[in-house]
Structures are given as C-alpha cells and as structure tokens.
C-alpha cells in the first residue's frame, strides 16, 4: 500500500515561522524575512478579523460550567492525549515549557507544565480555557496551525499581536480518521532558543500529535477489530496505517498516519471490502477463540494482492463484552501452530513457555500428564530459562491452579531466618519475633503448590527437616511440639548439578529422591530450535508492558544479530534486551543501532554476513555521560547554535541532531 510522499525530514511539510524582527505597527506592508504563512496569516488578522498588533487583551477565558460543556464531546481526545502530554512534557524538560491541548476553535482543554508556569505565560493567558483561534489573538502556534492544517512555529515576533512577542508556540494540527481537524498540541515557552532546537521541538511535538491520534483512533473504534499495517522495510516510516474491521471483517475506517489529515485514495478503496479479499495475513501469534482474555492481539505477517513487499500487522479486537463471534474468532481456532502470547495478567502459560521447541513439547507433555499424580518435580537448566515461569504453568494446568502458589528463593535467604521462614514459629519463641507468631511459608502453600527455587542453596541441616516434612506430610513450628498436617504440591528448581552436590556432601541424597519424581531439564535459549518465535515473543511482552503498549516492528539485520547471539543469561537477557530496544527505537522499527553494545556484535555479524560494512553501535555507556554533560555545556555557551556546537565538537549537525535526540533534552537521561 502506499501512500502521497510528503516532503521534509519526517515526512510533514513544517511551516517554520523563524523571521526577522517585525515592525512595532503593522501598517499594511508585511516586513521581510518571514514565511509566507505567517505573511498571509498577518494579512487575515488585519483584514478579515480587524485586529490591531496594540490590542492589549489576552485571549477570552471560558467560565467552569462553559469550559466542561465544550469539553465532554472530546473526552476520549483529553483522555488519550494526557499520558502522551506528560511524556512529552519529560522529553522538554529542563525548559519550563507548558504543553496544551485544545479543541477545533482553538479553546485549551488541557495545560500540563513539568513545573510551576512561567508568570510570563501566565500574564499572556496560558489556562485551561482560554481561547486562542486566530480570530481571537492573531498569529499564534494553536490558531495558525489549525487555520493552516499544517505544524507551525510561531517565533516571538512572529506574532501578530505585540503582548506575545516574547512568546514561542510550537503547535501541530490533530486529526481524525476522516481528515477532520479536532484540535491542536502546542508547546509554548519564553525561552529563546536557536532555529535548530526550535525545529528539534517541533518535530517532537509533531511526533506527540500522531501518537495521540493512533490512540484516539483506537479509543474511537474500541468496539471494532483493528488493523495496525506497517512497511517492513528498515528505516521506512511512512505508509503506515490503522484499518477498523467489522465482525464480519469488512474495513469500516481507516486512519492513514503521517499524512496530516489526509485521505489517500488507495486505502479508501478498501472500504466496504473483506479484509480477506485484499490480503492475506500469517499470523505468528494469537490466542484460542474462546479465550480472548488470555490475548487481546495478534501479529503477523501481512501481503496485500498484487504486491510483493511484506508488511508488519497486528490485530487488535474488540474491547465490547457480549459480542457476536466474528469472521477472526473462527481463523484464529484454526491456527494451531502458533505461539501463545503473554496475557495482560503477565502469566504466559505452558503453552507459551513451550513454544515449538521439541523439547519443551515433550517436557509440557510429560507434566500433564503426571502432574496430578502427586509426584513431585525437579526442573533444572541454566540461570534465566525461566523455571519459575515453569512452575507458575505447571501450578496454573494443575488441579491446584485455584489454590496458593508459594514460592521461595532459597539462595537469597539468609541462614539464620531460613527455619522460621519455613516452617513458622510459636508466639515468643525468640527475641523479635512477632507476638502472634507466624505459621511460615510451607503452611501457606497448604492446598496448592510449593515452589522451593535453587534448592540446591538451601543449608544441610533445613535439608534434614525439609526431608521430614515430606516424608510425614506435616510441619512441627518453631517453639512447638504440635505437628500440623500439611498437603502441597511440590516443585524444586535448580541451576546446579544436584548429583555432583551429592557427591561432595553438599546435598542430600535421600532428599533428592524425595523432590526428583519428575526431572525436567530447561534448554537453554541458544539451544532451543524455535529461537526465532521466543525472540518475537519477548519483544511482544515487553512491547505490551511498554508506555506505548505495541511496538513497530524487527528489522531483519537486528533479527539477525539476535538469532546468532549466544544469550548467556537466557529468557532473563532477551527480555531486557528487549526492553532495552523498545525504549531506543521510541515507537519506530527496531534495527541493530537500537540493540544494546554488550551483544556480540562482531561474531554476529559475521555469521549474518560476512561482507557487510561494520555495525554502528551505541557507545558503551560508561562513556555517555561525559559526551552529555560536554554537549550541554557546548550548546550553552554557543546559544543553542547548532552548527557552533558541531564545529567546536569537530562532528556533524547531524551527529548533534542524533545525540540530542537520544537525550530527548532531558538530564535525568543517563544516555546519548
């Protein structure tokens, strides 16, 4: 699908209002040095809304009662932009900028400041309220940027009335799925910054306006199925878009992003159609039909008839309780060999767990089999494969999954509390101990599921009185002579040898018969053959967890890297490294600059190609924080110019761009 190519570096055409300084009266002569948006924009104010740059009233403030009224059409708007205003508030900061949200004539529904506003701002008429349309206040970010449906900066003197001139507006038009404009974003500050930071804003609050636009698609159609399609291609960020789907799968609406209000005809010619009918999609994840609670999204790869070039999809469905079964429920029951996603509730499952892996098949095969059998079972692999997620699966497809599910990191006990953790304790048994006792956590996993991790940490002598409890299925309290009839289901996990610990005396041999029913051995990631799908399916998780709740895509030279790498720490490595990626790429595809430095960057790319041209990677982070402390510093003492920081730091404009961009102008930001 494609979509009409928009110039500029991001894909909008920016009317970018950075002039001269204007005439103190405006006497019909526009002055030079200014765009000719603001020009025509300065001829409007003059002769259609007779203002006069003198006129000294701010911009007419709506009363409570009023400002509600206007309001509640445009709850969804306010609600999905308030968390995309404080983010964007965090990429701004340390400048006291104040962010607004208003409506189509330009009223502010919503101000947000990272701190107390400037009183500048606020004598100029920065509220909730105030009406800031052109007809009102002349040339201003809010007013001209929807008058335009286009991203304005409005610098100082740009103004058209004389109040503002030492205001900066930094606003972009809002859309909807029909091309209609329902408000506008705009950052506002009297900061007097460069050309070039001016622009970097600008494109930031350009990128806040999209991402509140996808949301308000979303929140418009929550009751539809929802198609998010995107170019797999790497660094390709346009063409990308949101189709709505009735239950029967027919394209109801679609939202074309990046293309400002626009509605190309390609995607409308999809209206009315089957989804099925123009393309066809291979889902790699997805949940049963009648489990939508487990997984309220698919993905996929997607191709459109008659073209060749894959895209990226994932499928949102319905957020409506009581719905019809619909023409998707019915594909996705046929989908058998997929991976389980994790649910919103962060459990994933055996299913999950086991992937396609042949081994871990025949493990999840074995376990149900056995597990209500009352035996009890020893899973052991490697650090980071994920035991405990194991044992949660193994808890949850038991008889017990409605029971507790107590779980006890052996190694991180410390000697002295591991009795009375175990097996609890009598009132006044000891100096410190609670007045009512405590009855420990073997007693709390009475009825359900006992998971003992890295057993194998656990001192000889509880081993011995560990072994008790199994044998005799009861606990005796410390400082009691009573013992208490116990019934758990027991899972014990290690990462070492136990055989080998039994052999050097540091673990007992008839215990180990008692927690060895069944053995399981977790394989390592690099080990498991379907890597591929745990990869996809880490980056799903941690996309899901993600402020922005999905996650562009993979490129396939970083798919690459991940695939070769020899992942040391396991399931625990892949998913920050996944988090990691996420929080570089900020919404867009991931690619090798997005991984973190400590991959094995070399060794992978040369299985991946042996004639590619060296990776660029992030620099290591122990030297980040010298290069950001040295560009704010440099920015500072050249006046946030640009290419004076470039030539004093011998690197390009683009370097600084990319370097400021990672900073997202925030201190608290370790990285560049």
């Known amino acids: 699908m494609g979509h009409k190519s928009q110039p500029g570096d991001s894909g909008f055409d920016y009317a970018v209002t950075i002039g001269g300084k204007i005439a103190p009266r405006f006497d019909g002569a526009i002055p030079l040095g200014i765009t000719e948006v603001v020009r025509s924009s300065w001829e409007r104010c003059s002769s259609v809304h007779r203002l006069m740059r003198t006129n000294k009233d701010g911009p007419s403030v709506l009363t409570r009662p009023e400002l509600k009224a206007l309001a509640e059409p445009l709850d969804d708007l306010s609600r999905v932009a308030r968390p995309e205003i404080t983010e964007l508030l965090k990429k701004l900061s340390p400048v006291n900028y104040v962010v607004v949200l208003s409506d189509p004539d330009g009223v502010a529904l919503e101000v947000q400041a990272s701190m107390p506003i400037d009183k500048a701002l606020n004598r100029m008429g920065v509220c909730a309220g105030a009406t800031w349309g052109e007809p009102h206040v002349g040339t201003n970010g809010i007013g001209t940027s929807i008058a335009y449906r286009r991203p304005v900066i409005v610098h100082r003197h740009n103004h058209f009335l004389l109040r503002y001139d030492d205001l900066t507006c930094t606003a972009a038009p809002l859309f909807d799925s029909s091309g209609r404009v329902i408000g506008a974003l705009d950052a506002s500050s009297v900061a007097n910054f460069s050309s070039e930071i001016q622009s970097f804003i600008l494109e930031r609050v350009v990128r806040t306006a999209r991402r509140i636009e996808r949301s308000y698609f979303l929140a418009q159609n929550r009751n539809n199925h929802v198609v998010s399609i995107r170019p797999s291609t790497e660094g390709v960020t346009s063409g990308r878009f949101m189709l709505a789907l009735a239950d029967d799968g027919r394209a109801i609406d679609f939202l074309a992003e990046s293309n400002m209000g626009e509605r190309p005809e390609e995607l409308a010619a ?388 990319r370097w400021l961009r990672k900073a997202n102008l925030d201190d608290q930001d370790p990285e560049l």
């Not at 098949?361 to 020893?378: H, Q, W």
């Not at 993600?546 to 490129?555: E, I």
Request: hydrophobic share 40%; aromatic share 6%.
């Open 270 to 657: 999809l209206i009315g159609r089957r989804f099925s009918d123009f393309a066809e999609a291979k889902w790699q994840d997805g949940s049963p039909a009648h489990d939508r609670s487990a997984s309220n999204e698919r993905v996929g790869i997607l191709r459109f008839e008659g073209k060749d070039v894959p895209y990226f999809v994932n499928m949102r469905f319905p957020q409506k309780h009581g719905r019809k079964p619909s023409v998707f429920d019915a594909e996705a029951s046929e989908n058998t060999n997929r991976i389980v996603r994790k649910p919103a509730s962060g459990f994933i499952g055996l299913d999950g767990l086991a992937g396609r892996d042949p081994s871990m098949l025949s493990s999840v095969a074995t376990i149900r089999r056995l597990a209500d059998r009352r035996l009890p079972i020893l899973l052991q692999g490697e650090t980071g494969t994920g035991k405990e997620e194991f044992a949660r699966g193994i808890h949850a497809d038991s008889s017990r999954a409605g029971k507790p599910f107590v779980a006890i990191d052996c190694s991180s006990l410390p000697e002295s509390l591991v009795e009375s953790e175990l097996f609890g304790y009598e009132s006044g048994t000891f100096t410190g101990a609670r007045r009512e006792g405590r009855s420990g956590r073997i007693l709390d996993a009475n009825g359900g599921t006992l998971f003992l991790d890295e057993i194998g940490d656990m001192p000889v002598t509880m081993q011995t009185r560990l072994l008790r409890v199994l044998a005799q299925n009861e606990v005796v309290p410390l400082g009691s002579g009573k013992a208490i009839p116990v019934d758990f289901a027991l899972i014990s996990a290690s990462h070492q040898n136990l055989t080998d610990m039994i052999a050097d005396g540091r673990f007992r041999r008839d215990l180990y018969y008692r927690i060895a029913g069944v053995r399981v051995i977790l394989p390592a990631l690099r080990d498991r053959q379907d890597k591929r799908d745990c990869i996809l399916s880490a980056l799903e998780i941690e996309a899901a967890a993600s402020p922005a709740g999905t996650c562009a895509g993979l490129a396939p030279d970083a798919l690459a890297i991940l695939l070769t790498h020899t992942w040391p720490g396991n399931m625990r490595e892949l998913r920050l490294i996944m988090r990691y990626a996420l929080a570089a790429a900020d919404n867009d595809v991931i690619t090798i600059a997005h991984l973190p430095s400590w991959l094995e960057a070399s060794t992978c790319m040369n299985q991946y190609d042996p004639h590619a041209a060296p990776m660029r990677l992030l620099p290591e982070r122990s030297t980040l924080m010298t290069p950001q402390a040295r560009l704010r510093d440099v920015l500072a003492r050249h006046n946030g110019c640009i290419s004076d920081a470039a030539a004093e730091l011998e690197v390009s404009r683009q370097t600084i761009y």
